[in-house]
């Protein structure tokens, strides 16, 4: 089943760690780094397909959690797969249901061949394990599977975190021997919070049981910024270089530029349908707020020389007043420009990797790009303790 | 401004009253009978301008007291118009606020030139009359402004109704001379409910007035169906064989084709896109609730043979596990295929008036279409009556 040549580095900047790929799975080849739009519930939240194929999506994601509950194995099974079901020809990645237990679920209780759970539907008591998701995700047919893994929240005790990095460690191995759908890949999960002993250990655990793919799990769940970045940096030097590097779910444009310089391969994340859903528009300066009074008479695109099917179509102003009366065409024009923003950055990266201008094009997205006050309070915040040691 | 060949009238069926013709808009030709997708708030509901072109949409319909209210004539003419708002570029028919202020707008209170009413949304005073609603379609630019009428709820007494009709014609001759955006027509509507002689006298004080088309008036206001068929009979020897004829806010495809054959050329209805938030679907043979379990593992499309993109896309087990999840992609999907029908239904009717066959496709669509209870009751009644009498 493991084929070598799944993930080609194709090169690697001089400035940077940043790399260029290509991931050949069989329902096509991937170039890297890459966006996965994030399609929870068999569907990219207000995007249809073709939507998608237009502003060049490559691979989607499915959630197991999700799909698991509704519609379930038998009718996923009955329509012949995920692919089939929502028909999307191209590659799709799932992930393990493991974040979605440890977030969404109520009452859980793990166990040591997984975790107890009531559903966030129904509160019915169901069960996840390495082979329950492993079997879903087979009938699911996605083109890369994630193990099961166990991703504490942010600011678990170190007790909590070791456990966890232990079961994700044994679960990982017991993952790698389930049956798979033909031709599926599987990815192991690195996790260990902030801590680089323990990120290390798990990666090392991992690396020696041969994945197809590494992921950086234990991130995206409410930590500040630079913790972020430090996860990704503590556990990046211990993935082999000759597979694919996964950040699960994230992050906004200038962080997705920012872990492309720390290796990362691939990426997935909500930010672009969820707040959209917001009126909250994705640009290359940072965010702004569509249904602002500002835009009323605003006849310009959310974004000039944007080449999406919104910019290229319709005002920012139109796009407000939709918002204001709830025109659903509105929270879809505004999730289509941020897909295709997401998807347009990342296709900038791979164009100046190739061309040997990454660094360039970095510091000069960087420079452009202002984080939400968020974002910039939790790096004030990470320089002043860094000064004070 | 006048124009005399608006309207050609192409062919009239053998069999029936039903027409086949071509509307000449600044904007370009519209084939009748046309139906028209409802744009209330500048968009129709959950679609986008590209599906609705792909559809064959010729012509759609916007709502002049919605557009008052939001975005609003400031904004509306520093856009240029609603053509450029939307970017929609074929023509547009406006309605002109006077169904909404008579169904939607709280306290009303009539005067000679108009109506004072309380805004919807915000309870603000509001006033619209002949002059009003003239000047706001010629600020949205429609390439058909509605004359603004008084059209009374189903079931208003007798006097009730004389007045709206004297009203409605006092206000048709103020409208006609308004001023109009370039290359505007206006259409007269004729009000009297089911009363013979005020159709008649209103039909005639119109005809006199010259407009460019006329509308029926005064249904889809909560009649049972064969009042609403009755309506149309008992006005339409009164209008104008070489203008085009326009029944306001009809109907499901089975009166369509009735409504065809009784000599009217132009509807608008938000069936299409209403019921599909309700996950039903029209097909030729009625009506399918779509998120009924039924049809959970039902992998063929809402209907066979559709050449929609819904249905030569996906399934109907893959949109109903959409609608179950509140996925706004599934009533997107039930929105493009409805008014995909109403259009092509549409459509067959010009085809088979042209080809002389009309008469065939009438009566093997009606024996096909299955109508709802309620429609089916209100016959039974009705059938019951006549022979009570």
Redesign the interface.
């Known amino acids: 089943m493991f084929n070598p040549a799944v993930f080609e580095l194709l090169k690697t900047d001089s400035h940077s760690k940043a790399r260029l790929g290509r991931l050949t799975t069989t329902r096509g080849v991937i170039d890297t780094p890459v966006f996965m739009p994030v399609g929870t519930?068999?569907?990219v939240?207000?995007?249809?397909?073709?939507e998608l194929l237009e502003m060049g999506t490559q691979i989607i994601l499915g959630n197991t959690y999700?799909l698991s509950i509704?519609?379930g194995m038998?009718?996923m099974a009955?329509?012949g797969g995920l692919h089939k079901?929502?028909?999307w020809t191209k590659p799709i990645l799932t992930d393990s249901g493991g974040f979605q237990v440890f977030s969404l679920a109520k009452i859980r209780k793990i166990k040591p061949h997984g975790v107890e759970f009531r559903s966030h539907l129904d509160g019915s008591l169901l069960f996840l394990g390495p082979k329950e998701s492993m079997n879903i995700q087979r009938i699911i047919g996605s083109d890369i599977a994630m193990v099961f893994d166990e991703c504490p929240p942010h600011g678990a005790s170190a007790a909590e975190m070791k456990g966890a990095v232990e079961r994700t460690i044994r679960w990982a191995k017991e993952c790698r021997v389930q049956p798979r759908a033909e031709g599926q890949f599987v990815f192991g999960i690195v996790q260990g919070a902030n801590d680089a002993k323990l990120r290390e250990h798990c990666a090392k655990e991992l690396v020696a049981m041969d994945f197809d793919g590494y992921a950086i799990g234990g991130v995206s769940v409410g930590e500040p910024e630079p913790e972020m970045m430090s996860a990704v940096e503590i556990t990046e030097p211990h993935l082999p270089a000759h597979k694919a590097r996964y950040a699960m779910g994230l992050g906004t444009p200038a962080q997705l530029v920012e872990l492309v310089a720390r290796g990362v391969d691939m990426f997935d994340c909500v930010l672009p349908t969820r707040v959209a859903r917001n009126g909250t528009a994705f640009t290359r300066k940072g965010t702004i707020s569509i249904k602002g009074g500002s835009y009323?008479?605003d006849?310009t695109p959310i974004e000039a020389d944007c080449e999406c099917?919104a910019c290229k179509?319709?005002?920012r102003?139109?796009i407000r007043?939709?918002l204001?009366?709830n025109?659903?065409?509105?929270?879809?024009?505004v999730s289509v420009h941020n897909s295709h923003l997401f998807l347009k950055v990342m296709e900038d990266m791979r164009t100046h990797l190739a061309a040997g201008t990454f660094h360039e094009f970095r510091q000069d997205f960087i420079a452009h790009y202002r984080p939400t006050e968020k974002v910039l309070l939790a790096r004030q915040l990470h320089a002043a303790e860094k000064q004070d040691r």
């Open positions: 519930q068999a569907s939240k207000a995007l249809d397909s073709r999700h509704r519609p038998e009718i009955a329509a079901f929502m028909n009323k008479a006849f099917f179509n319709f005002t102003a139109y007043h939709l204001n009366v025109e659903i065409l509105g929270l879809r024009l």
